[in-house]
């Protein structure tokens, strides 16, 4: 009996499985970033490119078993989720460029920002006869 036969003689497309886990893992990978967000865990989800690449060796893997239609479909669906994933990795979580050292005596850039209590803050509000240190802690929320 052929791989691909069942017990009962009905043919099953090769690949099936491969097709559906590939699908799966595809669309599970931004539910799991929804879950991220919800538990305010928050990092870079690097995992969304490595789930959407595996989605996608999984659907190629699929399609070398038997080309169809809806499995090219899915793959070219997949591929491009998983680019535009990539690209927003990328493009979204780059730090800004390195300019150097602080300098004592150098004035601050520009900004706007808000007090806790909604008040703005901006870089005027730091001009003072004394010397004033500005610091940023990177805390968990």
Same mark, same amino acid.
Request: net charge positive; glycine share 10%.
């Given at each position: 009996?052929?791989?691909?036969?069942? +017990?009962?003689? &009905?043919?099953?497309?090769?690949?099936?499985? #491969?097709?559906? @886990?590939? !699908? /799966?893992?595809?669309? %599970? $990978?931004?539910?799991?970033?929804?879950?991220?967000?919800?538990? +305010?865990?928050? &990092?870079?989800?690097?995992?969304?490119?490595? #789930?959407?690449? @595996?989605? !996608? /060796?999984?659907?190629? %893997? $699929?399609?070398?078993?038997?080309?169809?239609?809806?499995?090219?479909?899915?793959?070219?669906?997949?591929?491009?989720?998983?680019?535009?994933?990539?690209?927003?990795?990328?493009?979204?979580?780059?730090?800004?460029?390195?300019?150097?050292?602080?300098?004592?005596?150098?004035?601050?850039?520009?900004?706007?920002?808000?007090?806790?209590?909604?008040?703005?803050?901006?870089?005027?509000?730091?001009?003072?006869?004394?010397?004033?240190?500005?610091?940023?802690?990177?805390?968990?929320?």
């Amino acid at each position: 009996m052929h791989a691909t036969q069942q +017990a009962s003689g &009905v043919r099953r497309a090769a690949g099936r499985r #491969l097709f559906w @886990l590939g !699908v /799966g893992v595809g669309l %599970a $990978s931004p539910w799991l970033y929804v879950l991220q967000l919800r538990a +305010a865990w928050l &990092v870079v989800p690097w995992y969304l490119l490595a #789930l959407a690449l @595996l989605a !996608v /060796g999984l659907l190629v %893997a $699929s399609l070398v078993r038997q080309v169809t239609v809806w499995r090219v479909l899915a793959l070219l669906f997949f591929a491009l989720f998983a680019g535009f994933q990539g690209y927003a990795l990328v493009a979204f979580t780059g730090l800004p460029a390195y300019t150097g050292p602080v300098v004592v005596g150098a004035t601050l850039p520009p900004f706007t920002a808000s007090l806790p209590d909604g008040e703005p803050f901006t870089h005027h509000s730091l001009r003072a006869e004394q010397n004033t240190i500005l610091t940023f802690f990177r805390g968990r929320w």
